[in-house]
C-alpha cells in the first residue's frame, strides 16, 4: 500500500485541531458540584429542576456547564467527605440538596471563595444558613421547600373534617423538622386541631413511637423530613395498625398506594428556583444580593388515594369530587 505522506500529515494536523478545540471546548465550560443526601423521588426532582432552570438561565449541561453529582445514600457522617471531594475539583459553585449537606457545606468552604445554593431546605434562617428571609449569606442562598402550613391544615380539615388532634412526626435533630413542628404548633388551633408532637430520631423507632399515638390522634402529618419520608412505607405500616389516616407532604407515596392523601410542594419548581439563583450568582451577582426564594401557594397540590384512603377507613368528601386529583 502506497502512503502519501502529505496527506497524511494533513490529516494529523486537522486531527490536532479538532482535539485541541474540543479540549478548549471543555475546558471552558463551567464546572458546578451538586452535594445531594440521598435518591429520593423529591431530591432528585430538585436537581433535574435546578439544571432545567440553570438550562433556561443560560447555562446548558454539557455545553456551558458541567455537573458532578455526588450523595452519601442519607448517611451524615459521609458528608463532609463528599463535600471535601467536589471541593477539590475545583467547581465555580456547589448546589447542596437537603439541610444537613447545606450546614455541613457551608462550615467546610468558609473562606473558599465558592458560592453555595442549597435547596431542599425548610427554614434557612432557622438552620442558620442566611441571617433572614430577606438576604442571603455572604456566600450562600438559595430556594426553600417550606410549605404553606395554613393551607396544609386547610386541606386537612376538608380532607378529614371531624379530625381534632394531630400528630406530627418529627426529627427532634434536624433544625428542618423542628422549625416546621413550631410553625405547625403555632397555626394549628385556627385550623381546629391540637398537636401531638412524636419525636423520631432512628428510624428503628418508627413502629413503637407511630403506634403511641393510638387514641391521641386523628390524623398524622408526615413532613419533608430527610429521616421520615424515606421510611414513610414503615409510617404508613404503623399507622395502618392503629386506624389513623396520613396527610403527607410528598405526592408519590400518595399515587403508589401508600397513604391516603397529600398536599405537597413541587419540588421541581423548588429546583428551578434555585437553578434561576445560580444563574444570576454565575452571572457575578453576589449571593448577599439574594433572598432565599420560597414556594406560593400556587406550587401546592392536592392528591388523594382511593386505595389508601379506604385502606385507612376514610370515606372521601364530597367536596373533591371535581378537584382531578383523586388517583386509584
Given at each position: 500500500m502506497k502512503i502519501n505522506?502529505?496527506?497524511?500529515?494533513?490529516?494529523?494536523?486537522?486531527?490536532?485541531?479538532?482535539?485541541?478545540?474540543?479540549?478548549?471546548?471543555?475546558?471552558?465550560?463551567?464546572?458546578?458540584?451538586?452535594?445531594?443526601?440521598?435518591?429520593?423521588?423529591?431530591?432528585?426532582?430538585?436537581?433535574?429542576?435546578?439544571?432545567?432552570?440553570?438550562?433556561?438561565?443560560?447555562?446548558?449541561?454539557?455545553?456551558?456547564?458541567t455537573y458532578s453529582e455526588s450523595h452519601t445514600n442519607f448517611d451524615a457522617s459521609l458528608v463532609p467527605q463528599m463535600i471535601t471531594k467536589l471541593q477539590a475539583e475545583s467547581p465555580k459553585l456547589i448546589y447542596t440538596v437537603t439541610t444537613p449537606v447545606s450546614q455541613i457545606a457551608k462550615q467546610l468552604l468558609a473562606g473558599s471563595g465558592i458560592p453555595i445554593v442549597f435547596s431542599a431546605v425548610t427554614d434557612p434562617v432557622a438552620a442558620k444558613l442566611?441571617?433572614?428571609?430577606?438576604?442571603?449569606?455572604?456566600?450562600?442562598?438559595?430556594?426553600?421547600?417550606?410549605?404553606?402550613i395554613a393551607a396544609v391544615l386547610e386541606f386537612t380539615r376538608k380532607f378529614l373534617p371531624d379530625a381534632k388532634r394531630l400528630a406530627v412526626p418529627y426529627n427532634p435533630g434536624e433544625a428542618n423538622d423542628v422549625a416546621l413542628l413550631e410553625k405547625v404548633e403555632e397555626l394549628a388551633p385556627a385550623a381546629g386541631f391540637s398537636v401531638v408532637p412524636v419525636g423520631i430520631d432512628n428510624v428503628n423507632?418508627?413502629?413503637?413511637?407511630?403506634?403511641?399515638?393510638?387514641?391521641?390522634?386523628?390524623?398524622?402529618?408526615?413532613?419533608?423530613?430527610?429521616?421520615?419520608?424515606?421510611?414513610?412505607?414503615?409510617?404508613?405500616?404503623?399507622?395502618?395498625?392503629?386506624?389513623?389516616?396520613?396527610?403527607?407532604?410528598?405526592?408519590?407515596?400518595?399515587?403508589?398506594?401508600?397513604?391516603?392523601?397529600?398536599?405537597?410542594?413541587?419540588?421541581?419548581?423548588?429546583?428551578?428556583?434555585?437553578?434561576?439563583?445560580?444563574?444570576?450568582?454565575?452571572?457575578?451577582?453576589?449571593?448577599a444580593d439574594i433572598p432565599p426564594s420560597a414556594p406560593t401557594y400556587e406550587t401546592h397540590a392536592p392528591l388523594i388515594s382511593k386505595s389508601a384512603s379506604a385502606a385507612f377507613g376514610v370515606e372521601i368528601p364530597a367536596s373533591f369530587d371535581d378537584c382531578g386529583c383523586i388517583v386509584d
Open positions: 505522506k502529505s496527506g497524511l500529515l494533513s490529516g494529523l494536523v486537522v486531527a490536532g485541531s479538532l482535539f485541541a478545540a474540543m479540549s478548549s471546548a471543555s475546558a471552558d465550560t463551567i464546572k458546578v458540584g451538586i452535594a445531594n443526601f440521598g435518591e429520593h423521588p423529591q431530591l432528585n426532582a430538585a436537581i433535574a429542576g435546578f439544571k432545567e432552570g440553570m438550562s433556561e438561565n443560560g447555562f446548558v449541561d454539557g455545553t456551558d456547564v442566611v441571617p433572614s428571609w430577606d438576604e442571603g449569606d455572604k456566600n450562600m442562598t438559595g430556594a426553600s421547600d417550606l410549605q404553606d423507632d418508627i413502629l413503637q413511637r407511630i403506634t403511641s399515638v393510638a387514641g391521641k390522634a386523628d390524623v398524622i402529618y408526615t413532613p419533608a423530613s430527610n429521616l421520615i419520608q424515606p421510611a414513610i412505607a414503615a409510617v404508613s405500616a404503623a399507622a395502618r395498625q392503629i386506624g389513623v389516616p396520613i396527610v403527607n407532604s410528598d405526592s408519590s407515596a400518595v399515587a403508589d398506594g401508600t397513604v391516603p392523601a397529600s398536599f405537597s410542594v413541587d419540588y421541581k419548581q423548588v429546583g428551578l428556583n434555585a437553578g434561576k439563583i445560580a444563574a444570576e450568582i454565575l452571572n457575578g451577582k453576589s449571593p
